[in-house]
């Protein structure tokens, strides 16, 4: 696990402006020597940032690369006592928020790269360095396990709206785990839980969101995805949305400690609601007609025999 360090974030903040500096003047504006400058360019290159160097000549960032800084973060969190780490490359931030010392407060990690970042289904999630929001929280419940349901659903209404934020609409939430844009995958959560000791419940909660994902990026992936700066058409100040998206975590999981899952919300964003889809649970396919979700989260399914089913997970497409 490595954090940023102040001279690599002031580094960035110079190169930022996309002119050419030169490896002298970097070294006096940031008081290290030519050879700590050069060591850091390098440690953006094997990130795979865009930075072009001119022998002899200097160094140029070719599109800005906004960092996360924890001032900037702290500037716009209602809670100024919301507990945060933040870090350079982890393997997982979901890993990270897990061996931490237990706390009844949640507990929040973002990282910059991911070397082992995972999607669900054991699917790998993918990431450039410094251009999405990779965060995990830890949440500890006084309930068992069976309490958690509806838990994903509720984060994933915490995104929307916090995404919402940006003057979007054309927001759903794709059951269970899925915030689209216009049909397209915008972030996804993935919830791992464990039962602690009786009535003693806590869930690892990671949450992806393409925030400034270059087209070129999104076409690597081979299913349909966006990102806010596609949306928008410009970078965006990912430490705003990080505390945004805080905000609303911290609201909707309070809201969520005392009265479960806010179905009424769920309904207005829920885009599987009337289509026809299919669902893979385990090595099954299951068709129907999707009709919303139960108070427990579960998704329910109109069968082609009439019946309606719920069903606790799986993942859903449109047939
Ligand atoms: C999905 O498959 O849609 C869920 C993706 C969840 C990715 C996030 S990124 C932060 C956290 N750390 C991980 O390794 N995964 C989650």
Same mark, same amino acid.
């Given at each position: 696990m490595?954090t940023?360090?102040?001279?690599?974030?002031n580094?960035?903040h110079?190169?930022n402006?996309g002119q050419? #500096? *030169?490896?002298h003047d !970097?070294?006096q504006?940031?008081h290290?020597s030519?050879?700590?400058?050069?060591?850091?360019?390098? %440690?953006?290159?094997? +990130?795979?940032i865009?930075?072009?160097?001119? %022998? *002899?000549?200097?160094y140029? !960032?070719k599109?800005?690369?906004?960092l @996360?800084n924890?001032?900037?973060?702290?500037?716009?969190?209602?809670d100024?006592?919301?507990?945060?780490?933040?870090?350079?490359s982890?393997?997982s931030t979901n890993d +990270?928020?897990?061996e931490?010392?237990?706390?009844?407060?949640? %507990?929040?990690?973002?990282? &910059? #790269?991911?070397?082992?970042?995972?999607?669900?289904f054991?699917?790998?999630?993918?990431?450039p360095?410094?251009?999405?929001? /990779? /965060?995990?929280?830890?949440?500890?419940?006084?309930?068992?396990l069976?309490h958690?349901g509806g838990?994903? /659903?509720?984060?994933?209404?915490?995104i929307l709206?916090?995404v919402?934020e940006?003057? /979007?609409? &054309?927001l759903s939430?794709?059951?269970?785990n899925?915030? @689209?844009?216009?049909?397209?995958?915008l972030a996804?959560?993935l919830?791992?839980?464990r039962?602690?000791a009786h009535?003693?419940?806590e869930?690892i909660?990671g949450i992806?969101?393409n925030?400034?994902?270059q087209?070129?990026?999104l076409?690597q992936?081979?299913r349909?995805?966006?990102s @806010?700066?596609?949306?928008?058409g410009?970078? %965006?100040?990912?430490?705003?949305?990080?505390?945004?998206?805080?905000?609303s975590?911290? #609201? #909707? @999981?309070t809201?969520?400690q005392?009265q479960g899952?806010n179905k009424? &919300?769920?309904?207005q964003y829920d885009?599987l609601h009337g289509?026809?889809?299919t669902?893979?649970v385990g090595?099954? +396919?299951?068709q129907?007609?999707a009709?919303?979700?139960?108070? *427990?989260g579960h998704l329910l399914l109109?069968l082609?025999?009439?019946e309606?089913?719920a069903y606790?997970?799986?993942?859903a497409?449109?047939?």
């Open positions: 490595k940023i360090s102040t001279a690599l974030q580094l960035v110079i190169l402006d050419l #500096h *030169s490896g !970097l070294s504006a940031l290290i030519r050879n700590a400058v050069w060591k850091h360019i390098n %440690q953006l290159a094997k +990130y795979d865009d930075i072009e160097s001119i %022998q *002899s000549t200097g140029r !960032l599109s800005p690369l906004i @996360l924890e001032n900037e973060i702290r500037k716009h969190l209602q100024p006592k919301v507990k945060l780490s933040l870090l350079g982890v393997a +990270y928020v897990r931490l010392p237990a706390s009844s407060q949640l %507990q929040f990690c973002l990282a &910059e #790269h991911q070397i082992k970042g995972r999607g669900r054991g699917r790998t999630w993918l990431a360095f410094g251009a999405n929001i /990779l /965060l995990s929280c830890r949440f500890s419940l006084e309930e068992d069976s958690l838990l994903s /659903l509720c984060i994933g209404l915490a709206k916090a919402q940006f003057g /979007l609409e &054309e939430c794709k059951w269970p899925d915030i @689209l844009y216009r049909n397209k995958k996804g959560i919830i791992e839980t039962g602690e009535n003693l419940s869930a909660i992806g969101l925030v400034n994902m087209e070129a990026f076409k992936v081979d349909p995805i966006t @806010l700066e596609a949306i928008l410009m970078p %965006q100040d990912r430490n705003k949305i990080a505390a945004l998206i805080i905000n975590l911290c #609201h #909707h @999981l809201q969520f005392k899952l009424t &919300e769920w309904d885009f289509k026809d889809i669902l893979h090595t099954e +396919y299951i129907g007609l009709t919303g979700v139960d108070a *427990s109109k082609p025999s009439g309606v089913k606790s997970a799986g993942e497409s449109l047939s």
